[in-house]
């Protein structure tokens, strides 16, 4: 199993760093955030060393998301919170600080000033079939 | 599968409602967001209804996400984004508009102005233990 020596996830789960666990299994590790942004936010992260969602395999995301259900139902209650978001940040630009993906589980509650930044737009006339055309472009190439 | 009949994410599974489609396999569908946050923006969802995602078996969410590392490539690449959020909201109070479970994920730029409004805290002494006892005891019940 790969590990970075200097990254601080690998050392939560070599339990070189202490991290108030929750939940492990074979691959994952689920611990609570020491910043957290509302009392019971999770953090989801694969045992192994990976920076980045896009480096997973679709087996390998599926093992670290199977345990979020479970997950999601024991912060509702822990938490007494009314909803949940599931947020992962891939990159710096996107807000990644730890360069090993991690999926954030943040407690909810009406009018507790969280949330993402919506400012929604639309499309110009014929725009999204342009793109929508360029995914599919992508997606259909053996190496996506 | 069951469908509900007033949701207008079923309705664009079944060809009702048209949309840009860009991905589709026997689970899921993946298409562009009517009100995009940026160019690109996807949301993924199960083709059965399912309300909420704490509704889905580890299998079933294990199929929704196995296809978001392959998403996220096409998306760096077709957004031209420097990365991105994955970002699933249960409940009103966590955003929640479509009551059919929906994963965005959102293309992200330095400076775009979008991202989760982080406003992280620290625990008393002793309260990341109590929280973290609470989630072990929870996550130990068979029903959980």
Redo the contacts between chains.
């Keep these: 199993m790969s590990r970075d020596s200097d990254c601080v996830f690998c050392k939560i789960v070599a339990g070189e760093i202490p991290a108030?666990?929750?939940?492990k299994n074979e691959f994952i590790l689920a611990?609570?955030?020491?910043?957290?942004?509302?009392?019971?936010h999770?953090l989801v992260i694969p045992r192994e060393h990976f920076a980045l969602?896009?480096?997973?395999?679709?087996?390998q995301?599926?093992?670290?998301?199977?345990?979020?259900?479970?997950?999601?139902?024991?912060?509702?209650?822990?938490?007494g919170?009314?909803?949940?978001?599931?947020?992962?940040?891939?990159?710096?630009?996107?807000?990644?600080v730890v360069p090993h993906l991690h999926?954030h589980l943040?407690p909810?509650?009406?009018e507790?000033?969280?949330?993402?930044?919506?400012?929604?737009?639309?499309?110009a006339k014929g725009?999204?079939?342009v793109?929508?055309a360029?995914?599919?472009q992508?997606?259909s190439k053996p190496s996506?």
Tied chains: 1, 2.
């Design positions: 108030q666990v929750i939940y611990f609570l955030d020491t910043g957290p942004l509302a009392d019971g999770l969602m896009t480096d997973l395999s679709s087996d995301v599926g093992r670290l998301t199977g345990i979020l259900p479970k997950l999601g139902r024991a912060l509702l209650n822990v938490a919170a009314e909803g949940f978001n599931v947020l992962l940040n891939q990159g710096p630009s996107a807000g990644q999926f943040i909810r509650r009406s507790d000033g969280l949330g993402y930044r919506w400012k929604a737009g639309t499309y725009r999204a079939g793109i929508a360029a995914y599919q992508a997606l996506s």
